[in-house]
């Protein structure tokens, strides 16, 4: 890659109309310099965010590659990553903050200092303070590292309206993880399981390496993977036995699976005993949801249903039945993910090899292993009481329906809902960053209808998104690549830390978060609640204690403390306590760790019901409501992730448009000859909600009752389709996600 601008512009052919636009990269004048070095660091082109090594060369020339230190991703890093460069160099990434000049959406801004930006933007949240209280402010960011400075901002203004982009993704497992287990906070392992069951887990275009990487080491070791999935994924392609689901019926599925896992007594009963609550509750609420009866609602054979059940606990506690992450989403998802995690429960595999294991942190770490292995970092941002008012979404209220999403996370969606209806209370600002909703977010005409409506809205980014088409005022963000962040510290089976690193000096006039918020504070008489110089400053603040630590982390960019703790399987206690020798006093009768399994439930134990569900909404025992997403003679639209793409984010990267630009949406082939369709003729895909022209992909490997879009299309004046233009905004149950799947009619146009 060129790094001189002008001969960068050259190889690309920008056209003029972009070098025109005020505030993006094409439009600034400057010779790039890098650095010479590699830089160890973390990627962001998708939220996986593995570990890389950046080069620049002799020639200026950059080139990303994983970082060999972490055995998790073993120096992988997938095309998205390797194409940072080209994000970094895209002449259409912002560069200047923006003001709009033009209507909402029109796409007119102009430039203007960070001065002018900062004096705009706390002017108007003074004046709507005044008008409505700081609560008529909403905040969102993707959740992640930086995420602590919007929300430390927010808390600081005086707004509890805080959301991460949870309702779209994690929420539905993260919820029912914490319902069973009181924490959200565990993982699989996939590398040493025998037996994984996933439903939708696909990882393989939904990329995370470092479960690729373990599953491919499981598939070599013999495990068997079954993928249940109404089309035929990447995963699909790599499992023994591909079984093509009905859409939203995995819980039907489940259900059955756990009815024999309980009645022909395959669990594990002194598991259940010592670890569990709730089972004779459990029993009786699972009694009627047999194979013969649940066979019909999910399509899948009994006699199947009754061989994987079996099969899945002969493998115990070496197997997985995988929570998965998206799918479908139902409006019973919350039943799904927690039949998810009942299921492993009673096979006994909780903190076994290839099984499902608590994240362990420094703290708890050292605390079993009574030495102090792991570093435990100062707290730098001074902690602040969540503002009084009540949240628009309920998550607050003590044990309510909603009680277990996190008052970080909220229900984000519910925020587009309230800007239109203003209830419970009018939202009248809306401030974001790493946010696209227009395309992430359910029903996006309803979306910008209230963007439209704000008196203010500000968003943080790297490009002129969808949304950010809406806002009054545009800050531009650092790219990852040019970004110094604060040290992580992670929790896995040993605690590991890591740190993203600049690999050069922003190129254009941006800055990062940890910045922009401390900057505005001071605008805002809040600068006390950011009490640092800058990020090194707060890098020093975090870790004084351990200065070999810091000099070792910056070098090799991520670090890994300890051994692995699993707290029930024998050979890894035995060489923990070997390590560890103190550590033996935690053993109990069963020689195992069985304080690490103690869980912040209302029971302290693993729960199969619910009690504070069910005070809150009769949700205490698993339980089958029928989902109806479409009607007969319509098709089911579901989505996925595409490998070369990241949700709402990597559109206009060059090197990634030019691998993918459009999404063919995928049809079932025997339809396809019913209704004379060829690859790339167009359809029209209509609903309730709206509709949308597609090219079609006829396919055998799909259900015929359903069609498939890869997401990450459909943006303004870009190719391909976004099925937010006909999902509803439907906030479900208990863990409060959109529902991503819906029924269409479709004609050939
Ligand atoms: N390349 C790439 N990688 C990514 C991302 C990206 O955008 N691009 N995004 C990252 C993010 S934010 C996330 S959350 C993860 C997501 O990772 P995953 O959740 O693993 O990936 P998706 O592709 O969203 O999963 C949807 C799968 O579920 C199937 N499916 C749809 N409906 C149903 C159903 O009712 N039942 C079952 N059993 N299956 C169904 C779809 O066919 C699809 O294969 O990926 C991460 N990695
Ligand atoms: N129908 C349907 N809806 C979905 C999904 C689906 O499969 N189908 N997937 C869901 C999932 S799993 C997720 S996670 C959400 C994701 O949706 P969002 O939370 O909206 O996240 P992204 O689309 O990944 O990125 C949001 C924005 O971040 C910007 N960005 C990139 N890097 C930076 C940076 O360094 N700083 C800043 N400030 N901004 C940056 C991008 O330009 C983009 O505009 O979408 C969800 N919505
Ligand atoms: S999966 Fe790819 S895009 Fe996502 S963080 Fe890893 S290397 Fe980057
Ligand atoms: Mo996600």
Redesign the pocket.
Known sequence: MNTCRRNFMKCVGLSPIVLNMPGVLGAFDKELKFPRKFTKSIC????SRCFIDVRVDKENKLFIQGNIYSKATQGKICARGGSGVS?LLDPKRLVKPLLRIGERGEGKFKEISWEEAYKFIALKLNEIKSKYGAKSVAFA??SGP?SIFINQFAYAYGSPNIF??GN???SAYSVALKSVFGTSSLERDYANAKFILSFGHNIYE?MVISYIRAINKALEKGCKLVSLDPRFSMLSSKANEWIPIKPASDVAFMLAFIHILIYEELYDKKFIQKYTIGFEKLKESIKDYTPELMTKECDIDAKKIKELARECASFSPHCIVDYG??STFTPEEIEFRRAIAIANTLLGNIETKGGIYFLKNAKIYNKFAKENVAPIFENVLPKIIKPKDLRIDGVDIKDGEFSKIGEKRGIYTKVFNTILTQDPYPISGLFI?????V????NAKEVIAALKKLELFVC????L????MYADVI?P????LE?DEQFLANAGKYPSYSVRQKVLDPIGDTKA?NQIFKELATYMNLNKFFPYKDIEDFRMKQAFKYPEFIYELKNKGVLEYGIELLARDKESIEKFIEKYPNSKQFLDEDGEFKDLLACQTLSGKIELFDEVLEKACARGALTYNKIKLKEENEFYFI???VAVH?????V?VPWLNALMDNNAVWINQKIANDLNLKKGDSIKITNEVGSVIAQVLPTIGIREDTIFAY??FGHINKKGI???YL?KNDISPVCGN?V?TIGVSIEKV
């Not at 962001?44 to 939220?47: A, D, G, I, K, L």
């Not at 960053?433 to 909703?437: A, K, Q, T």
């Open positions: 962001e082109m998708c939220s994000q960011s993707k930086e991460d982009h779209t993704c994690p939904g992450h998206r960053s790493r946010s696209n909703p395309i992430t977010a359910n943080i980014d790297i490009y998104s969808d949304s950010a800050l963000e650092s790219s990852y970004r978060s989505q996925g992730k990241t949700n709402g984010h990597t206009n997401f990450s976004s099925a937010s999902l959109n991503h």
